[in-house]
């Protein structure tokens, strides 16, 4: 059973910056496709960042230049980096991944952005 693990959210003013982090097993940061999601209550959940195993990224328009998504070194975390946070990016942020044709998912950790 893969378990993801997610913290780092938390309230933060317009303009600042949070670093998520989604911690698992070696043998599944390292082997899976991995991404950050994020869900507005009455919204469908939405791709933020995505990595696969080789290091390949992509993001979310809203998202591009401001957040970046990569594992740690010792590829047992993923995180995500958002800088120049705005109102809208205030959401549940889950952590998923990929791994031997399954999906698995975190159990979500709340980012607030409000002055």
């Known amino acids: 059973q893969v378990q993801l693990v997610e913290s780092g959210g938390g309230l933060v003013q317009p303009g600042g910056s949070l670093r998520l982090s989604c911690a698992a097993s070696?043998?599944?940061?390292?082997?899976?496709?991995m991404g950050w999601y994020r869900q507005v209550p009455g919204q469908q959940r939405e791709l933020v960042a995505a990595?696969?195993?080789?290091?390949?990224?992509n993001y979310a328009d809203p998202v591009k230049g401001r957040f970046t998504i990569f594992r740690d070194n010792a590829k047992t975390t993923v995180c995500l980096q958002m800088n120049r946070l705005k109102t809208e990016d205030a959401a549940v942020y889950f952590c998923?991944?990929?791994?031997?044709?399954?999906?698995?998912w975190g159990q979500g950790t709340p980012v607030t952005v409000s002055s």
């Open positions: 990595i696969t195993p080789a290091g390949s990224t």
């Open positions: 070696r043998g599944v940061v390292s082997n899976a496709a």
């Open positions: 998923d991944a990929n791994f031997l044709l399954q999906s698995y």
